[in-house]
């Protein structure tokens, strides 16, 4: 690894019933850069991400086996604290998802969950992280209305302040862009370059033009199977692999 690993997977398998739908893979992720997850409609990318925070406990007939150690913590021992690792992901959505309140209410809910509830305290965090979500100077006039009302854009910066607010470790995001336009999109591609300075991000994406313009590591899934990973450059531009060669140029088989 080019830098430290801040989440290493260790022989994951998953299945849905009786479909394996990730085969033993083992990867690392690395500390303060972005990772890209690329692969084929169906590949797994998805589901990799979704154990990074335990939301796969959520799929119905789901069974894991193998580890994800997050800062050297085995996120699937049943002895693990949950609410704490799910604490460190802070995750954006292919849609985004404001909760039903205000755009205030949005980033301070989980502070309020935490025991923070002083108005000062709470001000200078929302205006802390919306400036962070470069939001602030388009909300900053209206904060007491509905989040509903913002651009779906602008809802997912929203989306990215409510998620940085409670100071996660890791950024999550699958596909966090296919349902904005160009100039949104490039406002969350901006803004993961400037948080890789303090956070490990990673997001599955199907445009890689995408993960050629920002991501530092490249990780390639093809049917379940890691097939290679790497440092961006390496993968994107002169791949190992015959199956990633035809996916990165294209090539229909």
Not at 38 to 64: A, M
Not at 78 to 104: E, N, T
Not at 105 to 129: A, C, M, P, S, W
Request: proline share 5%.
């Amino acid at each position: 690894m080019e830098n430290n690993s801040h989440i290493v997977v260790k022989n994951l398998n998953v299945y849905f019933g009786t479909n394996h739908v990730l085969k033993n893979v083992c990867l690392e992720i690395p500390d303060k850069k972005i990772t890209a997850i690329i692969g084929p409609s169906g590949c797994g990318k998805t589901t990799l991400l979704k154990c990074f925070n335990r939301l796969i406990d959520s799929t119905d007939g789901v069974k894991v086996t193998g580890e994800v150690l997050v800062d050297n913590e085995n996120i699937f021992d049943p002895k693990a604290d949950l609410p704490r690792l799910r604490k460190k992901m802070g995750l954006l959505s292919q849609q985004p998802f404001p909760l039903p309140m205000s755009i205030y209410d949005n980033i301070t809910f989980g502070l309020k969950l935490q025991g923070i509830r002083k108005k000062k305290i709470l001000d200078g965090i929302v205006e802390h992280y919306l400036k962070m979500a470069s939001l602030w100077e388009e909300v900053k006039d209206r904060l007491h209305s509905p989040a509903s009302r913002l651009s779906i854009g602008q809802q997912q910066r929203l989306c990215l302040a409510r998620g940085l607010a409670v100071e996660p470790d890791v950024i999550l995001g699958d596909e966090p862009t296919s349902a904005l336009d160009p100039q949104s999109s490039a406002h969350i591609e901006k803004k993961f370059i400037e948080l890789k300075e303090k956070y490990s991000i990673v997001f599955v994406t199907h445009i890689l033009r995408q993960a050629r313009r920002i991501a530092d590591h490249i990780i390639y899934i093809h049917m379940g199977e890691i097939i290679e990973q790497g440092p961006a450059c390496e993968v994107l531009q002169n791949p190992k692999e015959q199956k990633t060669k035809d996916y990165v140029f294209g090539v229909i088989s």
